[in-house]
């Protein structure tokens, strides 16, 4: 079967899905659950509650005392549609970027806008370039529905290797892709540079910045290429309440760019109203430095503690800012997922470069000694 999907097949299958789940939604979810290496194809990468979850980088810290509260106050209202107060969150986001409403597109959860943004431009045809390995959803979609994925490795140290993105630029390139900090590595590229590259490429072709983990980063050093957007480029900007704000159960996330822009991802959206708990909540966590700073402060700790370990072991690892590391496999990935799974914790497994890597999420510091415990007995074995 092809991978591919017409636009009048996808009509048609957004018209069966009549219970009410978007499709892009209902695809999102599929290829958010589908396996990275042949491990986890094998092994299967269900997400049991009871396992420490290590696997999906989430914030175990989450959601912050001002989300509950703001979830509780807002119960008086899950009997309405959010029209108004959809409508009021976006006027805030605006404000808060710098841009217009009409820059502004909320989505259940980044995934959705990724999912989207794929979809619309890969109908289009052409081709999506990006990193690799990075978080797929984008290319997935755009792959599904009819574009080319053009693949450029990451450099030795784990990092996006920028020039050689330039030049793998085609005549045919719609998006060019860039997550920063990365997802599976979190290792960031030098602000300055990315900028002069968002810059450059966005007369090429359209650049999704992904700033899914960017608040991980220090706030000195959280520069958003939101400025690209502010100043006419064609640039999307990419944010999730999910990971900072610890939100990811309930899906929200939103994308900044030029009206025309905007455009073209939402004709897509088959339901763009978000629902009241997850407003209610974003918006209270919007401004929560406190959370923020907590957040960022248990994560480095509980980092710093698990790359020591690493670098106990003298393996090599990816230099993360974000709440996830990277490293080869030590041994064969296909044992570590059912080793650690009886161990009860939860990891990925991703196949680059002809070998395994290990995707391990940050948990609390206590969850990190356990697992490396844990760990030392699965390779140890
Ligand atoms: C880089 C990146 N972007 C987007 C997402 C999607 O997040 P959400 O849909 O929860 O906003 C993730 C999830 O892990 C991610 O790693």
Known sequence: MTNHVSRRRWLKSAAALGAGLPLSIAIA???????????????????????????????PYGPSARAREAIREAMTEYNRYSFAE???FKKILAS????????????????????????????EGGAV???????????????KFNARWDKVDLDETLTHDLERMAAAVKADTRIIFVVNPNNPTGTV??????????????????????????????????QSMVELVRSNHSVIVSRTFSKIHGLAGLRIGYIVARPDIIQRI????AGPIINQAALAAARASLDDVEFMEYTRRKNAEARGYFCKYLESKKWFYGKSHANVVLFPAPKDGKT?????????????????????????????????????RAFDEVVNQ
Request: aromatic share 8%; with cysteine.
């Open 29 to 59: 979810e599929e290829l958010m659950a589908a396996p990275v290496s042949r491990a986890e194809k094998h092994h299967g990468i269900d997400r049991p509650g009871k396992l420490v979850r290590l696997g999906s980088n989430e914030n």
């Open 96 to 123: 808060k970027e710098g841009v217009s409403p009409d820059c502004i597109l909320l989505g259940h959860g980044s995934n959705e806008l990724l999912a989207l943004a794929g979809m619309s431009l890969g109908l």
């Open 86 to 88: 959809a409508q009021e």
């Open 336 to 372: 570590i997922l059912e080793e650690t799974e009886k161990r009860g914790f939860q990891i990925r497994i991703w196949d680059y470069k002809d070998r395994e890597w290990c995707r391990v999420s940050i948990g609390t510091l206590e969850e990190m000694k356990a697992f490396a």
């Open 266 to 269: 939402a004709r897509y959206q």
């Open 189 to 222: 590229v030098e602000p300055s540079k990315l900028k002069a590259f968002c810059e450059e490429m966005s007369r090429k072709a359209i650049v999704y910045s992904d700033e899914a983990y960017l608040e991980f980063l220090e706030p000195a050093q959280q």
């Open 129 to 143: 370039l990006s990193a690799f390995p990075t978080f797929r959803t984008l290319m997935d979609y755009a792959v």
